[in-house]
Every structure is written in structure tokens, then in C-alpha cells.
């Protein structure tokens, strides 16, 4: 099976890693999209708890009727460490050899790339697809890089808005509003 491996902190899931589902499935044509929230971030970013990320990801993923799957994949394979792509990949070959997996990341993560551990090897053995976004220019290196330019959402920012008090409305699936509001995340005090 080909399979997309859309992988990320998640913190949390936004529209526009729904819209990168939609496109992987329709434009690209992979049966499948992975979407993998990382256990524990390789640089130590501060994250709600992994079952709270894993359940937003299930509501973007509700309305793919089973194409997009939620997969606690990165749990297994970092052990007491950190997340790091080349263990999951490692962990993916090992227990899925079966299907044809493909990268997928954003290209607002090409720069962090030469900090990941042997990403040279990960790109040597599986294909990388980037999607494109505004404000992220993508260098040179014969990228494969998606025609289509996803919105500048981004969790950082949303996190920002929550812990102000403001809206986010149009950047998060109402039911992740809901989630977060019912079980008080990024400084939301009340439903």
C-alpha cells in the first residue's frame, strides 16, 4: 500500500494538515495518510499530552472515512528517547515492510533538516514529498515539492490566539475548538 507519513507535533491538528490530507489522498493518490503525532519532540518542545494530540488528530481524520489514519506509530518506536524520523523509519521497516512509505513534511521544515539525525539516509532510502507554504522558501537540492501552496496556518500561532483569549475561528475544525475548550488546553479557562 503507498502511504503518505505525515508526521508533527500536532499541538495541535489545524486545517491546514486536514487540507494536506485532502490533497495527498485526491492530487497525489496515496491510499493511505499516516498522520503521526510525535511521543516525545527530538527538540524538546513543549506538547499537551500525546493522548490529547492523538484525539484531535482523530477528529481531523473522522471525515476521511478510515483514508486517514491515526497512528501512535512514534510511541513504539522512540523508546525512553526522543522521536527521531530515522527511528520511526527504522520501526516502520521492521514491522510494516509491506507498504511504500513517503516522507511528508513542510516546508517550513527544511531548514531544521540538517539537525535531524541522518536525514541524508532517510533521503537516500525513502522518497520525501514537501508541501509548499508561503513565507517558507524551499532551497536547492532537487526537492519534490507539491504545486500546491498550503495556508500559513500554523500551531504556533494558534497557541498564541488560545492563550490570548482570542479567536480561531477558520485555522481549527470546530470539533478541535470544542476538544480544547471542553478539556482547557492552551490557556483556555471555560468552555
Not at 512509505?101 to 539537525?115: C, H, K, M, Q, Y
Not at 536525514?119 to 522558501?137: G, H, Q, S, T, W
Not at 526537492?143 to 492563550?163: C, H, K, M, Y
Amino acid at each position: 500500500m503507498k502511504i503518505a507519513l505525515l508526521g508533527g507535533s500536532f499541538n495541535p491538528p489545524h486545517l491546514a494538515h486536514q487540507l494536506a490530507c485532502l490533497y495527498l489522498l485526491e492530487a497525489e493518490g496515496f491510499e493511505r495518510v499516516w498522520m503521526m503525532p510525535c511521543y516525545r519532540h527530538a527538540f524538546l518542545k513543549e506538547l499537551v499530552d500525546f493522548e490529547q494530540r492523538v484525539a484531535m488528530c482523530a477528529l481531523c481524520a473522522r471525515l476521511f472515512a478510515g483514508r486517514v489514519v491515526v497512528s501512535e506509530v512514534e510511541r513504539a518506536a522512540c523508546g525512553e528517547g526522543a522521536n527521531l524520523t530515522v527511528d520511526t523509519f527504522a520501526y516502520l521497516a521492521a514491522h510494516h515492510p509491506q507498504h511504500d512509505f513517503t516522507l511528508v513534511i513542510g516546508s517550513d521544515i527544511l531548514p531544521e533538516i540538517n539537525a535531524w539525525k541522518d536525514f541524508d539516509r532517510i533521503r537516500e532510502k525513502y522518497p520525501i514529498l514537501v508541501l509548499a507554504r508561503p513565507d517558507c522558501p524551499i532551497p536547492e537540492g532537487g526537492w519534490q515539492v507539491s504545486p500546491a501552496l498550503f495556508p500559513g496556518i500554523s500551531s504556533t500561532a494558534i497557541r498564541a490566539r488560545l492563550d490570548a483569549g482570542e479567536s480561531v475561528a477558520g485555522m481549527l475544525p470546530r470539533s478541535v475548538i470544542a476538544y480544547i475548550e471542553k478539556n482547557r488546553l492552551y490557556g483556555v479557562s471555560s468552555p
